[in-house]
């Protein structure tokens, strides 16, 4: 068995400005609706999060927070909802936020149609 060893990145110190490398990463896959959102924010600013988000698109990412966007279950989800049944405001609120991560998705180039990156219903 041989080893093989990547390139080395010329990028190395644009890592240090990554927020996912500053921060707790537990914050990124955190059960808390709250942190998960303070997550998403701190991707707004990252050099790589259009690429971090293809990844995570591509791969079907199972859980945590991906180039600024949750993902749940495989599924791009517009937020976290907390244990038990929601409101009636909430759901109406989150028709309104998966509309906006749709329309996030495609100004990425990411979503093109419902096939090419599944939104959670």
Known sequence: MSLVLAPL????????NLPCRKF???LWFSDSPTELELAKSLC???PLRVECLAGAVE???PW???GGE????????????PRGRPRKEDVARDAALR?????????????TSR??????A
């Open 9 to 16: 990145d010329v990028n190395v110190e644009l890592e240090a």
């Open 99 to 111: 509309v906006e991560a749709e329309a996030r998705l495609a100004a990425s180039g990411l979503a």
């Open 59 to 61: 791969r079907a990412e």
């Open 115 to 120: 096939n090419t990156v599944r939104l959670a």
């Open 44 to 46: 707004g600013d990252c």
């Open 24 to 26: 707790d990463p537990d």
């Open 70 to 81: 949750i993902f749940e279950r495989g599924a791009v989800v517009p937020r976290k909802r």
């Open 64 to 66: 945590g927070v991906w």
